[in-house]
């Protein structure tokens, strides 16, 4: 199950997501599971 959260980002950002196509929910989770390793 997936819990939908809402962040801000910069207009830069928006812009650099759009224009390499990223998946920003993935690359979140990606992230928080690096994070969670690192501090376990």
Request: net charge negative; charged share 40%; aromatic share 8%.
């Amino acid at each position: 199950m997936a819990t939908r959260k809402n962040i801000s980002i910069r207009d830069d950002q928006e812009e650099w997501i759009q224009d390499n196509y990223l998946n920003l929910s993935r690359f979140v989770q990606d992230k928080l599971d690096e994070h969670i390793e690192e501090h376990e």
